[in-house]
């Protein structure tokens, strides 16, 4: 038995994610896509990697929701699935499920928020580019989509 055995049940992908993306970090980690649910607290994102070679790095998983300035208003930071999926046990070509919620503010006002996400290496503070995919956005940061809010 390989590192796939590793993996617990939660971090294995049971649907194809609702937004497809297949946008790769670091020239070694892809992002399938992701899926979205809200609520009037919080918004949940599941994200779906896979390795497209082995990683011998623990990343960060970063998700944020950022305000019209750019400015954080909510944010989950931690490693896939919880810690449980670790980086660095991926096998390439194996998906993997990584969710993260985000709870909103109770005073977060109106407007077109965006949310978006990315990795880094907590050890060394340094993020994991984007270098292939099909979106225009260069850096270390995948914009998912943007996010309308209503007043309450």
Known sequence: IGKIGLL????????????PLNVELGDRIL???YSLRRSNTALEVVLQWKAVRYVDTDYTVFV???DPSGVIVAQHDGEPSEGLASTSIWVPGQAIRDEHRLLLPSDMAPGTYTLVCGMYDQAKRER??????????????LILQEVAFFAR
């Open 64 to 66: 944020h929701l950022l």
């Open 8 to 19: 617990p049940e939660a971090a294995r992908p049971a649907t194809a994610p609702e937004r």
């Open 128 to 141: 994991l580019t984007i270098t292939d995919g099909p979106v225009s956005q260069p850096g270390d940061s």
């Open 31 to 33: 992002l399938l896509g």
